[in-house]
């Protein structure tokens, strides 16, 4: 089903009836939670329940520490990946961040950020979700902390895809341009090309190159560099479809189907879920179904790698206060 393409969001920390409804009749790939949605542990637990209940696959969070730290009023303040490379337990605090992911019912966490933390720009925009501003050292960070989070059975996302550190504006709001510079961009994407296949999945930013077009909707970005001459076997995820960088890129349906036709596998659409049925039909109208079918194999392959990553697991499980100590003593 070419439903199976998307992670959807939800507007609260219970589903509400229209949500149920479009759920049952179009069953995602999987939910994306976001702050919003994480009122209380046990509110939680019941949401995870009746979102496995209604045969939701994968829930998926952005869980970075630091400045991207969903779950610190629920568990405990999670360090950033600046402070962790900079502390060298990075590996520890993936480890942490997977047993409390573990925990909560979760299946993969969208980090880490492989990003370089250039003064002016990605150290301004993304500050201390960067582990530094050299390759060798964010792949360093970036590994031990994916690492961490394999060890306690949860798949990990490499972003943002080509790299966003020479950007100077938060896709969040607007499109930023990285500058036509092949030494450069060789940096940019070192961390991605070491750490990628350990990954299994990255996530498509909507940075733009210098033919203006947002790596997310474009094929020369999304198919051409990462797969073509990475040689990217893996999930490719976009970034949120609905973000200020796509403002003037069309609808939500037709940025999702540009999207899955540049080459990204799983759709995110985080907040507007009354107008998923709609971006499903643009992919399925839009989107040759050989695209779709090749998408769908990706993802499948990697979710069997989540579950490998789970039988494998032999770290034992902890509890929330476990956690909490091990956080503390992170900070």
Not at 49 to 55: G, I, Q, S, V
Not at 151 to 160: D, E, M, P, Q, V
Not at 207 to 219: C, I, K, T, V, Y
Request: proline fraction near 6%; aromatic fraction near 4%; hydrophobic fraction near 45%.
């Amino acid at each position: 089903m070419t439903s199976g393409l998307f992670a959807v969001g939800l507007g609260g920390p219970a589903l509400a009836p229209g949500e149920r409804d479009v759920l049952g009749r179009l069953p995602p790939r999987g939910v994306i939670l976001f702050r919003r949605n994480l009122e209380s542990v046990d509110a939680l637990e019941r949401l995870v329940t009746e979102l496995r209940d209604l045969a939701v696959s994968r829930l998926y969070l952005d869980q970075e520490g630091g400045p991207v730290d969903r779950l610190r009023e629920l568990v405990g303040s999670s360090p950033s990946l600046a402070r962790v490379a900079k502390a060298g337990s990075a590996r520890r605090a993936g480890e942490a961040t997977g047993a409390m992911l573990a925990a909560l019912g979760f299946d993969v966490d969208l980090a880490p950020v492989v990003d370089r933390g250039l003064p002016g720009a990605g150290a301004l925009v993304l500050g201390d979700r960067c582990a530094g501003a050299e390759p060798g050292a964010i792949v360093r960070a970036a590994g031990d902390f994916l690492d961490g989070l394999h060890a306690r059975g949860i798949g990990g996302c490499l972003k943002h895809f080509p790299g966003l550190g020479r950007a100077r504006l938060d896709t969040h709001e607007a499109l930023p341009s990285l500058p036509a510079d092949a030494g450069e961009e060789k940096l940019d994407l070192e961390p991605f090309r070491r750490l990628m296949e350990r990954a299994r999945a990255v996530m498509i930013s909507h940075a733009a190159r210098e033919d203006g077009e947002p790596a997310s909707l474009s094929p020369a970005v999304a198919t051409g560099l990462l797969r073509e001459r990475l040689h990217f076997s893996g999930a490719a995820f976009s970034d949120d479809l609905e973000m200020g960088a796509l403002a003037e890129f069309g609808s939500l349906p037709e940025r999702s189907s540009r999207a899955c036709a540049a080459g990204c596998d799983l759709l995110l659409v985080c907040r507007r879920i009354a107008e998923y049925p709609a971006c499903v039909e643009a992919v399925e109208r839009g989107v040759p179904a050989a695209r779709r079918e090749k998408a769908a194999a990706r993802l499948d392959a990697y979710d069997r790698h989540v579950e490998e990553l789970r039988r494998a697991s032999r770290a034992p499980g902890m509890t929330l206060a476990a956690i909490r100590k091990e956080l503390a003593g992170l900070a």
